[in-house]
């Protein structure tokens, strides 16, 4: 089975950073789409960022310029870094992974979910 292990949320002062990890493990395939999405409460589940296995990413326009996705193939792990951060970005993340080539945008074409971590920003 596909297993998605977050870590790396915490609270921070706003301007702060942290950087959340997210590991995979039990898939077969040479395709992969990593994504990042949040979800406050009250509100939606947010798509943020994602980054495909070749190194093709994006993110969305509320955290372009202060998050970086990154991966490292060889550990199964994709990385979000959350730098000038704002009360805002206060919610539960989450990764999530597609086995496919064409990494999807919202929620519903990831098929895998990790646990979510919970960032908090004063």
């Known amino acids: 089975d596909v297993q998605l292990v977050e870590s790396g949320g915490g609270s921070v002062q706003a301007g702060g950073s942290l950087r959340l990890s997210c590991s995979h493990f039990?898939?077969?395939?040479?395709?992969?789409?990593m994504g990042w999405f949040r979800q406050a409460p009250g509100k939606a589940r947010e798509g943020i960022a994602g980054?495909?296995?070749?190194?093709?990413?994006y993110y969305a326009d509320s955290v372009k310029g202060r998050f970086t996705i990154s991966q490292d193939n060889a550990k199964n792990t994709v990385y979000l870094q959350m730098n000038s951060l704002k009360p805002e970005d206060t919610a539960v993340y989450f990764c999530a992974a597609a086995y496919i080539n064409s990494c999807p945008r919202t929620s519903d074409g990831y098929p895998y979910w990790g646990q979510g971590t919970q960032v908090t920003v004063s």
């Open positions: 980054i495909r296995r070749d190194g093709d990413e």
């Open positions: 039990g898939y077969s395939s040479s395709r992969h789409c």
